[in-house]
């Protein structure tokens, strides 16, 4: 039971006293402190912290004025349990919450006495019980200058349990505040005048508002049940931590003031806040402001599901950008985000992304992230990702008109990153026109919204909403200092002096040259580092500085290998660095490294924050992944795009005169290289640990995909043959389009003019089958059916008709599949025929089988079945030293549907028997569907049922 004491302090608050708190020094202290650590501002916020008790205690005096108040709060006190304290009366903007008991010695907040305030005459009553299984938040984004507590709290409290209400206007808070638990005003400010902010409330058992001065607070509360106002500005990661803590007092029974009290004590207990000097102790604890009307309980609520951190979710601040970005996409549609290298658009863009997705910005795997490409390349991944077989057997026309159903369907945001990479606007399908009037699509959908990133405004895109990515402000700056000097205790020491905030001022808040400067602080002074920035001119080439300096640590011989790891598209792929250390034409600085050699050499780059490891989870379906594809995944690391230029250039500074040749050897050698590479991941997929394979070609794609289309570019037809190998894996599993595209890019280079296919007896040839064929695939396997027939057409007027070869054969067979397709039965006839005819003639078997599988089933759709029979039963003599079981498969449930169609129960489960054999007869049944994907034909089910399973 709370003993509750209500104290009037009249319309105006107490009458003056010695010892009032100095409110000017106060704000200073809980919000400006942090940013001014040293010297004067070191001297002062000691000064204030210790005046905080003088004030305490001055308040305390000044409330606790008579004999019978000073009796009521001893009563309560020595009763031993929790104490409410009510301070009713007009705000007159003293902090209550730092009343301070003399004689105990401690704040009243944290010392079991929930302090609240009241307007004259409340009497709070019990508190209300308020139904509900599920803590509903509602969180208003009000642009202020207080940090949007949502985004550190989501990663607590649950994405499903918050939701940010859009447009963040009155009259959608009129339509949607009913049913929620909490109302949260994020972001500093409320979206309207009080008493109308007050009146759309309606009667909302808690509102949390952050910047919200007393009077505003007070003038909610007439509303709301309770009013928690963050009134000074609170480091967003400890105003998350009070909320969640909060919450879950809400969850587990607690009233509402409890919950503050709990809070509270949190912040208490973890006193360190980011500033400068590193973790700065700050009593901010009296922040939170209760307003109270009519406690509450929540007694159904249950426990939410915590949800993990994304392993990628570091992003520091940017709220400024963040409110842009919704004001922009909520209204626009759309919006560019532009500015250097290194700036953190891509990052930027990524954050706002889960953000967006997890407070339903977009549906449920509706971010979709596209590297920049033209128009028909943005349209395959928004249509690909979300439209299926469809999407994929449409033409170019038909895409777009799909694309823009979608977008007026499904609540989608698509990010298209890094438009600056592409060679030239002018170079896309249509020209600059067709992704601007794509992008203009997008953006007037009814739901749909297009987020780019790019180096520069990019003016040929129209009238698109465009935001300046510039450095990190003072406080993200610092908080990101923490989190890169968090792991160098050796640091801690430095960040004391002055020459630190010096060297934060010269970085300017620019995040890739903070990680690469900021860690020498473990064995070198501020001064230093200002040296070397000043070396390059501040402010005129932070990274070309930051990037020299991390050099310095490395030799020469470091430096060029670095230089070589630049020299990779994606990720830099250890072991095939070190196939290139074995051949002769290495330079010599790389000469007899093995993987484990470059491992420590590119973990020494780690150090410097010239390189990232790259993870990729080992754990497979059988277990921990072994062999050769385990060490794939262990030797991979990521180079930032913005510094490779500037790892060239200093490898070209280290090698001096033979630069030249050194760089064009060694780009000659990654060819070779990755191609050896690449037949091992290759021979991985197929016959080692595939689904281990598999990850690492996901994440290994960019850097194999470019150095391929160094090969085409390089005239290397054999390297480029052998790297296409492993691609085709992709495109032919989600990347279709990718492929297309590749295949296209690949023909362009290999065919003289007119379309003329290289003779096919050469490593140009056989580069261009191997392309044409593998795109003809995909076009069958998608329903492209007139595109397949084209590549099919393509390949055999390339093939000489003499000798007859395997690759003829199988042509000649495909022609069959795209005509049978097109219900041209008569051709089919003719060229499943024709295969056969050439198959038999080199006695190539899977040929055999095929074609007379297929003239089966030409045969069954003109209802021939005698003849269909005969051609299966061919197919099934011709498969059968092959062994082929999906081929037996095939027929044997071609001979069932012949079986069937006669009414021949006998015959037909003859067939399935066969089929499934050796299962016993009561698996008869489920055999046949694993096998085939289809329940027993019900003329072989009802046999199989007479004669007992």
Known sequence: MVDRLLFDVGDDGPAPFAGSPDLPDLRWYLEDYRRVPYGVGAARGAEVSAELAEWGEALFAAVLTTHDRRAAYQAARAGGGPVELVIRGREAGLPWELLRDPERGRFLVLDGVAVVRAAPGTDPGPPASVPGDRLRVLSVLSRGDHPIVARPLLERLGGDALVVLRPPTLARLREAAAGFHVVHFDGGGLPGPAEEVAEALGDVPLVIANGCPPEAAATLAGAAGSVVALPYRLDPAAAADFLSCLYDRLIAGDTVAGAVTAGRERLAARPGRPSLRGPLRLDDWLVPVHHLRRDARFPGLRAHKAEPAPARETFVGRDDLFHELEDHLHHRGAALLHGPPGIGKTELAEAFGRWWARTGGAEPGGVVRHRASGPDGVVAALGLSH???????????????????????????????????????????????????????????????????????????????????????????????????????????????????????????????????????????????????????????????????????????????????????????????????????????????????????????????????????????????????????????????????????????????????????????????????????????????????????????????????????????????????????????????????????????????????????????????????????????????????????????????????????????????????????????????????????????????????????????????????????????????????????????????????????????????????????????????????????????????????
């Not at 420590?600 to 379906?621: F, I, K, W």
């Not at 250039?649 to 630069?659: D, L």
């Not at 595939?690 to 085409?712: H, K, T, W």
């Not at 069959?816 to 198959?839: I, P, Q």
């Open 387 to 949: 439209l299926g077989a469809e999407f994929a057997r449409a033409g170019r026309d038909r895409r777009r008109d799909l694309v823009r159903r979608l977008l007026g369907e499904r609540r989608l945001l698509l990010i298209l990153d890094g438009l600056d990479t592409l060679d030239s606007l002018d170079s896309l399908d249509d020209g600059p026109a067709a992704l601007r009037d794509l992008v203009a699509d997008v953006a007037a959908s009814e739901r749909g919204a297009v987020l780019i990133t790019s180096r520069t405004p990019e003016p040929r895109l129209g009238d698109l909403p465009r935001i300046e990515v510039a450095g990190l402000n003072a406080d993200d700056a610092t908080e990101y200092a923490d989190r890169l000097l968090a792991g160098v205790p050796q640091a801690a020491a430095r960040r004391q002096r002055w020459l630190f905030s010096d060297l934060m001022a010269a970085l300017a808040g620019h995040p890739l040259a903070m990680r690469l400067i900021l860690p020498r602080l473990a064995d070198t002074e501020p001064e230093e580092l200002l040296d070397a920035l000043r070396h390059r001119g501040l402010g005129r080439d932070l990274l070309g500085a930051g990037v020299h300096h991390a050099l310095a640590y490395l030799s020469a011989d470091e430096r060029r290998r670095l230089g070589a790891a630049a020299l990779f598209p994606g990720v830099v792929i250890t072991d095939v660095l070190a196939v290139l250390s074995r051949f002769w034409s290495a330079p010599d600085a790389f000469r007899g490294l093995g993987p484990a050699a470059w491992r420590s050499e590119l973990d020494r780059a780690v150090a410097t924050g010239l390189l990232t490891r790259v993870r990729v989870s080992t754990e497979t379906s059988q277990g921990l992944g072994t062999g050769p594809a385990l060490a794939m995944a262990l030797g991979m690391y990521a180079v930032h795009p913005a510094l490779r230029p500037y790892l060239v250039e200093e490898w070209r500074a280290a090698g001096q005169r033979g630069f030249d040749q050194e760089y064009a050897t060694t780009r000659f050698a990654l060819l070779e290289a990755t191609a050896e590479f690449a037949e091992r991941l290759h021979h991985q997929l197929t016959e080692g640990d595939a689904e281990l394979a598999d990850r690492v070609l996901r994440v290994q794609y960019d850097s194999l995909a470019g150095v391929f289309g160094s090969a085409l570019d390089g005239r290397q037809w054999r390297s480029a043959r052998r790297i296409a190998t492993v691609l085709t894996t992709r495109w032919s599993d989600d990347l279709d389009d990718e492929g297309r595209a590749w295949t296209a890019r690949g023909r362009r280079a290999l065919e003289f003019a007119g379309g003329l296919a290289p003779a096919l007896d050469g490593p140009a040839g056989e580069l261009w089958f191997a392309l044409v064929a593998g795109d003809a695939e995909r076009h069958l396997a998608a329903g492209r059916l007139a595109e397949a027939g084209g590549a099919y057409r393509d390949l055999l007027a390339a093939l000489p008709e003499r000798p007859a070869d395997a690759r003829l054969a199988a042509v000649q067979h495909q022609l069959g599949r795209v005509t049978e397709e097109l219900g041209e039965w008569d051709e089919a006839e003719k060229w499943y025929r024709t295969s056969l005819a050439t198959g038999e003639e080199i006695d190539y078997r899977p040929v055999m089988a095929g074609s007379c599988h297929g003239l089966g089933r030409v045969a069954c759709e003109r209802g021939r079945l005698d003849e269909a029979e005969r051609w299966f039963r061919r197919s099934l003599d011709a498969n059968g030293r092959l062994g082929d079981r999906r081929m037996t498969t095939a027929t044997c449930r071609q001979l069932v549907r012949v079986a069937e169609a006669r009414g021949d129960a006998e015959a037909a489960l003859d067939w399935v028997v066969r089929c499934v054999a050796p299962a016993g007869p009561g698996e008869i049944g489920d055999r046949w569907r694993e096998l085939t994907g289809e329940p027993l034909p019900p003329l072989v089910r009802d046999l199989v049922a007479e004669e007992g399973g």
